[in-house]
């Protein structure tokens, strides 16, 4: 039975694109305040555990 530990890099790597392609390209195309302090992330279960470990990941992270 898999834990979540055991995909650990892959969740990491769906946080990374998270942070790096897909909020700046929402910052792109909406109306959005850009600064880490504005932004927000969340889910339910596996889309929970990927929220948290991009949230904790890329707290500090801001768009440009």
């Known amino acids: ?5 055991e995909h ?3 969740l ?6 998270i942070a790096r392609e897909i909020k700046p390209e929402i910052d792109k195309q909406f109306r959005t305040h850009k600064a880490a302090e504005m932004t927000a992330i969340g889910g339910s ?3 929970g555990l990927v929220s ?5 990941l890329y707290l500090f992270q801001q768009s440009t």
């Open 52 to 56: 948290l470990q991009a949230a904790l």
């Open 45 to 47: 279960s596996l889309g």
């Open 1 to 5: 039975r898999a834990t979540p530990w």
């Open 8 to 10: 650990e890099d892959h």
């Open 12 to 17: 990491g790597r769906i946080a990374q694109m």
